[in-house]
């Protein structure tokens, strides 16, 4: 069940990035809930390599089918199918180089592991291409938590040393979308714009930071002492390439605080207990108590980078050098940023489930 | 099963803080495997309060008792049951403030969650001596790890903004144990002794980070895509009350690095292929590489301080104020250090189950 | 997980029959469910060896304790622990045979899959006393199904080839405790209570058939196309030792009828729509219809005999006899009519959990 | 998780009978397992509609395709896709009746549970074709048992109250692709196919009961208390439309022995511990013995039938009566023994892989 996460909504993650396509299996959805593939669609085009020079050049269109579980326009209870074909492959590069491993890939690990007889091609189950089955998972995830008014946000706050400044709830929702690396600080998004273009011409890579956030969620989601809503969410971010630190609202820097600074007073507002601050970034014992919840992800410059590297020759056991051709980002953080709100949107749609806050049957 | 961790080797927590006891329930582990009650004692004295100021006043000696599944000192095959009773209770400090949410805990969302069924008492399930039951598994564990050499440790690497110097393996191992706050750099040690002792003076409470390690893991721990080794591991750590944040390797500093200076280049040496850095901290794709897993987890000031907090009663729905008596740490670091080793042996050991290098019987 | 069992609604059991104790934890029943010792007490009562001659020796009262999860007499969200603490226990006449493979029993199958480190005193593990633990849980699994109107009953209907003549549910309700092989017919009860004695005499065993019954169950239940209503059952009942058959509805019976006579044609009823007949057993595609719920088990003959029996010494590898000393029960079938009953409702108190019909939290 | 089975070898199946695929993942596979699209079209052909009288005229032809996990003839470790594009689909028929129950099938549970969104046409979900996509599973799960030496077989030993002879495992894999009933006594199988062609005439349904055998399964399978060999098997089993009954070894007929005669006397044979007889059925304790594992399956009849049948219509819940036209079987039986041979395999699989018998990568 390595490829399965969730419990009462479930996702199934399988396909390769050169082989025939990539998919997602969901399980436990709801019956009644109004699907298109257009839904999922204008999810998996987040994904999509910008007018940003930080893109792979990769061309294919990634076309969304749903194969089951849809029916009338709706969930009908059975398991949810959905596929994306691959069509622009050209794995020669990477017979050429299938023994030669790329530094900071899996590679490696996943020659050992695999005895290997995985599929090195473009990365196999290891490119960041996989993600696109997490993001179909995502866009059903998000019509389910729109049932109960969860709202899931992911934006950029930092790329190469270049830190965003904060910015509202508001302004975040109307700006990512507004320019390529999906900063809400548009000022911050060009000097990111400008690191790339820098870092691309050098043949390097950079990496960054993507802060999640999710509003209106009701107190009550997350089941202790293991399946932690903070636990849940980080095992589901940690499944992104990429991925290197998680932390939740203060996160590191509650370990330099005191605890009369860290802690959010309780107070009443509106009839409703909130707290002052959100340094829990909306979680307190592994359930989120009804504040945003803050999620910040840090992610590690792209691995592959065009500059000649030294590595070992995996099937001769002998030192070599490589340069990564082949197609990839220079920083990846742009494209990641709807991945992360896609695992965000799954961990809070089981979680909501398991907390009984969602019907069996939509109306 | 929220309260059950791991597929193949898992552990099942229960009991309550001011409760009958405290308890575990492991399935899964291999018949054969050598354990004794001093085994198991020994890794949950770590947690006791140490000579230091930091620890609560709670008296209790936490006496381990096996209850099942060990049966002439060797595991059988059946799930092993382990307890640590309650003895030294004192609740009625918690049942005149039941209503009053302390700041930072768990109060008003377990309040919420379990419609105030919720055994609030020392904050029954949330609380932090509900990681004994964590410590005793993570003690079976690391005997099993035992079995193919892979060691685990964890050592406190900041308190209160004192930050230690980075220490070789063997210095953390010898090092933490002479020192109340577990920490490998003795001068540091001896600041953030002093931190303690200042903000205890002032009520108020610090936090830090631990970081840590496991050596020897072979290649190929951690099941992709979604079950990684960096993914298991954060989600049992965040079953750690107090924990904000989690990061492998270069962690959050990654987002900031060039990909020419993050990547981990490989190198062959002895004839066995290892990474020129670890950057990674042992961990590519989601699977050990074989170099060292690091891992540090932030922890954040207890919530539990003597000043006085605004706060709401929840019963009466108004605003109040509330200074927190019982018995509480100034800085829970130090006592979380040995609970951080079980949280990382019990998942490493799942994961090598997993990966088929534990067999069934231990001859 | 093997010592799980259900999804949301989980049951694991622990403990051996000359060990310290049997013993349960439910993880997942809603908090606020009002548990009393007392209600778990009187269904392991019911377990115990009656007047009849059929039952074993073992002289000890079966105690429960809470240990976790009950506070103020209601469950409160956190797992529930539940145990027997074993006190009559004579071990030595296992120690002599220890070698000697019992016939029918788990004694090879157990050395060999645990290399001999199982508990083999008194069966360990699979002795009909783990049934304690299932108990336990099906009491609180029946306070659950009770919010709900579902009511499970279970009864013998043959033993030793004794048929009993088909009674209505009040009369089974009636009936079953008022004779000690808990059969509805009181006639066949007697005949059956005169085989017991007759095989008793001859140092011999018998079996028999059990039929579990549950009532009031709403169309629902069931989780196709794996987690079945009779699937689940069937994985649930045949956890009791010595089941070796489970049929729903006309079952075995149906393999040589016409499917016009075997179809239960749809009616209304009271506005409801209901079957003429009930073939089904209450369950058409895994999924419970409305009708009750009518499962039957097969019991074999225990297998412990007075009579010497040829058999194996597996420590030397040479043919041996073996006269089984010990306690034992003639027919276990009295006695595993209340376990049958267990199983029933952990089963459908997960699967009703599973459909959504029970809150989180019972106001 | 509902349609998902196996904790480490995993199937996960999808599609409806109408729909544009029926679909299997399986996950967990190990790594370097020689498998082509003809191994598993070999497997899915046997569920073909034979020259008999007996079988749907869907005319179909089930093509196999792999979509993933698969790479250069042998499994990689990533999840194994699974199709078969639905191709002849008329569903105009089931527009018509779609309100009206058909008595024997899910149409009424399916309606209730899924709010009637569920994909009624051709039962979707719960039609016989979904059994494809276990019959996928189970080549893999073959290929897999084939490395350990286990062979699985799957007989038909009644129809329509015509019973076979007892044959030799020889003679059962000689005869059973002999006849279309796939009986191994030829003589009963003419018996049979004379009983199908009468009732067909008759315009009614006939069931049966089919015998899997397991052999060659080492000692140890099966893991206790609740995921037994037999539990888990019976549940994989129920899986299967039309299912009414499952029983191992002496089943049924044990309950009306003695223990001296259903015992299984221990001896010593070619060095080996084998039983002289095998009333378990090749289970102890929910753990293999090393005997040939022996299963028995009740069918019931066909639920549709050629004639008129009154029922209700559940949209203007009046009474109502129906003719099922549409394309059906007499007799399921033949078609549904490959698929029993399919559910024995998988779970056969999944336990070997849990008893740690199957390696993670095969060289």
Redesign the interface.
């Known amino acids: 069940?390595?490829?399965?996460?969730g419990?009462?909504f479930?996702i199934?993650?399988?396909?390769?990035s050169h082989?025939?396509?990539v998919?997602t299996?969901i399980?436990?959805c709801p019956?009644?809930l109004a699907i298109t593939e257009e839904d999922i669609q204008k999810e998996v085009d987040k994904r999509k390599p910008g007018v940003s020079m930080a893109a792979t050049k990769r061309a294919e269109e990634d076309k969304v089918e749903?194969?089951?579980?849809i029916?009338n326009g709706?969930?009908?209870?059975?398991?949810?199918?959905l596929?994306i074909w691959n069509r622009d492959i050209d794995s020669s590069e990477y017979e050429k180089t299938r023994f030669l491993?790329r530094?900071?890939?899996?590679d490696?690990?996943?020659f050992?592991?695999?005895?290997g007889?995985?599929?090195f091609r473009g990365g196999?189950?290891?490119s960041g291409r996989?993600t696109a089955s997490f993001v179909m998972a995502g866009a059903i995830a998000k019509k389910l938590l729109n049932l109960i008014g969860i709202e899931v946000l992911a934006h950029t706050i930092?790329i190469?040393?270049v830190k965003a400044e904060p910015r509202g709830f508001d302004q975040i929702r109307e700006n990512i979308d507004k320019n390529p690396v999906k900063c809400a600080d548009l000022k911050a998004a060009e000097a990111m714009a400008k690191a790339i273009e820098t870092?691309k011409e050098e043949g390097?890579?950079?990496?960054?930071?993507i802060e999640g956030i999710a509003l209106n969620v009701p107190?009550?989601l997350?089941?202790?002492?293991?399946?932690?809503l903070?636990?849940?969410l980080?095992?589901?971010?940690?499944?992104i390439?990429a991925?290197?630190?998680?932390?939740?609202?203060?996160?590191?820097s509650?370990?330099?605080?005191?605890?009369?600074?860290?802690?959010?007073?309780?107070?009443?507002r509106n009839?409703k207990?909130v707290?002052v601050t959100n340094?829990?970034?909306g979680i307190?014992?592994?359930?989120?108590?009804g504040m945003p919840i803050v999620v910040r992800v840090?992610?590690?410059?792209?691995?592959?980078?065009a500059?000649s590297?030294?590595?070992?020759n995996?099937k001769d056991?002998?030192?070599a050098s490589l340069t990564v051709e082949g197609r990839h980002d220079v920083c990846i953080v742009p494209r990641a940023v709807p991945v992360v709100e896609s695992m965000i949107a799954v961990t809070l749609g089981d979680l909501a489930m398991?907390?009984?806050l969602i019907?069996?049957?939509?109306?």
Do not use: W
């Open positions: 069940m390595e490829n399965s996460l419990k009462l479930t199934t993650s399988f396909g390769e082989g025939r396509c998919g299996i399980d436990g019956a009644g749903i194969l089951a579980g029916f709706r969930t009908t209870g059975a398991p949810i199918g596929v491993l530094p900071g890939h899996a490696y690990t996943a050992m592991k695999y005895g007889f995985n599929d196999g189950r290891f996989i930092e190469g040393g870092v390097d890579s950079i990496g960054g930071i107190v009550g997350g089941e202790p002492v293991f399946d932690t903070d636990g849940d980080t095992k589901a971010l940690f499944a390439p991925v290197k630190g998680v932390e939740f609202g203060s996160g590191f509650a370990a330099s605080k005191r605890g009369s600074e860290n802690n959010d007073l309780f107070t009443i009839g207990i707290t340094n829990a970034g307190l014992g592994g359930i989120s108590n840090a992610i590690k410059p792209t691995s592959s980078i500059k590297q030294p590595t070992v995996i056991m002998k030192n398991r907390a009984g019907p069996r049957v939509i109306k």
